[in-house]
């Protein structure tokens, strides 16, 4: 059974930092495109950061440039996403989703092309 499982969110202030895992149970992450999404009430879904199946790709959406960074450990079957100066407008639930590695990262992320999802976390930037 394939899951995928977030944890690392919560409720930080504006400026401050966290950082998202994702473990993956039940599939091999070798040969997967990994990315993480979020949706925002009443926002349509995002593509955050996305990372091709060896790590030699990164995609960013252009809110978190220089922001976020996106990171896996294939021998773990762990994929990250650390969140720095976060601002009110990334509160949302951020989950992590793997497809095949013919999905190129931007095909993964701009068009939210995915095979496995996780539940979320949920990531609230409040003062």
């Known amino acids: 059974q394939v899951q995928l499982v977030e944890s690392g969110g919560g409720l930080v202030q504006p400026g401050g930092s966290l950082r998202l895992a994702c473990a993956a149970s039940?599939?091999?992450?070798?040969?997967?495109?990994i990315g993480w999404f979020r949706q925002a009430p009443g926002k349509e879904h995002e593509g955050v950061s996305c990372?091709?199946?060896?790590?030699?790709?990164?995609f960013y959406a252009d809110s978190v440039k220089g922001r976020f960074t996106i990171s896996r450990d294939n021998a773990k079957k762990m994929v990250y996403l650390q969140m720095n100066s976060l601002k009110p407008e990334d509160t949302a639930v951020y989950y992590c989703?793997?497809?095949?590695?013919?999905?190129?990262?931007?095909?993964?992320?701009?068009?939210?092309?995915?095979?496995?999802w996780g539940q979320g976390t949920q990531v609230t930037v409040s003062s």
């Open positions: 989703a793997a497809a095949g590695d013919l999905t190129t990262v931007q095909r993964m992320c701009v068009y939210l092309r995915k095979d496995y």
């Open positions: 990372i091709s199946s060896r790590g030699g790709y990164t």
């Open positions: 039940g599939l091999t992450l070798d040969y997967l495109t």
